[in-house]
């Protein structure tokens, strides 16, 4: 009963390859997030997808691309990996507030390791 | 801007010891929401509290309490008689209000709980 669930859960890779990562949430949420996690530990959002359309791109490269087929499903794909791609990356979900006030908690995924060499 | 400062980076306690971990954030909202969550050495990220701007009690759940001081723009965690198990990195984040969710997150406290 994973509540919001990544694949795969490691990744290794060559520079210059692509790579997707894919999350599932079975919250029912409309709200879905991809967060970065570097290597001193530090978060930050990369998008978030309100029931399947963007809301949130924080300047990330033209490399990374997200896709979300329905609202429980948000797909991470990365072109021409870079050894500064290198990363934990965390999928989230949550509901928006404007439509559950109060409700806007977000639950986090395992993540995703990926390493680029 | 939003900002969230953990300035300690890493704590160690021996076991039993209580223990404060320090939040400190900026908004020029005055509706918002602040969180704390946990990431365990197995690298998840755990959900532990959610806080909002305009209610300043005190919140205590088992060994954990929480004590948000919105004039000091605090929200500060303790622990209680640790245990190893809490050995974690502790991350406190702030939501501002609107569209969007867009959590912002401090550097996360490194706490060690020794035997």
């Known amino acids: 009963d994973t509540a919001v669930s990544q694949t795969p859960k490691y990744l290794v890779t060559q520079m210059g390859n692509d790579k997707s990562i894919k999350c599932e949430q079975n919250?029912?949420?409309?709200?879905m997030y991809w967060y970065k996690q570097d290597s001193k530990k530090f978060l930050k959002i990369m998008f978030s997808y309100n029931n399947k359309e963007l809301i949130i791109n924080e300047t990330v490269p033209n490399r990374f691309s997200p896709k979300s087929p329905d609202k429980a499903h948000l797909n991470l794909h990365i072109n021409s990996l870079e050894l500064g791609d290198s990363a934990v990356y965390f999928c989230?979900?949550?509901?928006?507030?404007?439509?559950?006030?109060?409700?806007?908690?977000?639950?986090f995924g395992p993540g995703t390791r990926l390493t680029v060499l | 801007a939003q900002k969230v400062t953990q300035a300690q980076t890493e704590i160690s306690v021996v076991e039993k010891e209580d223990v404060t971990l320090d939040c400190v954030y900026e908004t020029r909202d005055t509706t918002y929401y602040l969180f704390w969550y946990k990431q365990p050495p197995s690298g998840e990220l755990v959900f532990l509290i959610r806080?909002?701007?305009?209610?300043?009690q005190n919140e205590i759940s088992g060994r954990y309490s929480w004590n948000f001081q919105k004039s000091t723009s605090s929200f500060n965690f303790t622990i209680t008689a640790s245990q190893v198990v809490d050995s974690a990195v502790y991350f406190c984040?702030?939501?501002?209000?609107?569209?969007?969710?867009?959590?912002?997150f401090g550097t996360g406290t490194q706490l060690k709980v020794e035997l």
């Open positions: 919250l029912g949420h409309d709200t």
């Open positions: 984040a702030l939501l501002p209000p609107g569209g969007g969710n867009k959590l912002t």
């Open positions: 989230a979900s949550s509901w928006d507030r404007e439509n559950r006030p109060g409700t806007d908690t977000q639950y």
């Open positions: 806080r909002n701007s305009f209610d300043e």
